[in-house]
């Protein structure tokens, strides 16, 4: 088992930038592939970007393409979500997501999941 903790989340201006970190505790000895996915008040939660355990590729969902970057440091075992050019939209609580045997985009297939960090973007 692993636990997932998120940070980093907060009120920002639109056109800002924040930092998401997820940190695992628990049985960190194994490798996952790393998942962030947000839901905004009062829709369904949505796949925002994965990084690799392996292969070191990362995907984006075409909304946060260009304005975030998923990476991980290995050395503190964490995987960060970098986010620029915040918009409005980009309102939601943010959830780190890993799993063992499973990269991409459904959430269902992700195992561990964290509480979730909120940003809200202000004018």
């Known amino acids: 088992q692993v636990a997932l903790k998120e940070s980093g989340g907060g009120l920002v201006q639109h056109g800002g930038s924040l930092r998401l970190s997820c940190a695992p505790s628990?049985?960190?000895?194994?490798?996952?592939?790393v998942a962030w996915f947000r839901q905004a008040p009062g829709k369904g939660r949505e796949f925002v970007a994965a990084?690799?355990?392996?292969?070191?590729?990362?995907i984006y969902a075409d909304s946060v393409k260009g304005r975030c970057t998923i990476s991980r440091d290995s050395a503190k075992n964490t995987v960060y979500l970098q986010m620029n050019s915040l918009q409005f939209e980009d309102t939601a609580v943010y959830y780190c997501?890993?799993?063992?045997?499973?990269?991409?985009?459904?959430?269902?297939?992700?195992?561990?999941w964290g509480q979730g960090t909120t940003v809200t973007v202000s004018p």
């Open positions: 997501a890993a799993a063992e045997g499973y990269f991409g985009r459904v959430d269902s297939a992700y195992n561990y």
């Open positions: 628990g049985r960190t000895d194994k490798s996952y592939h």
């Open positions: 990084t690799s355990k392996s292969t070191g590729v990362n």
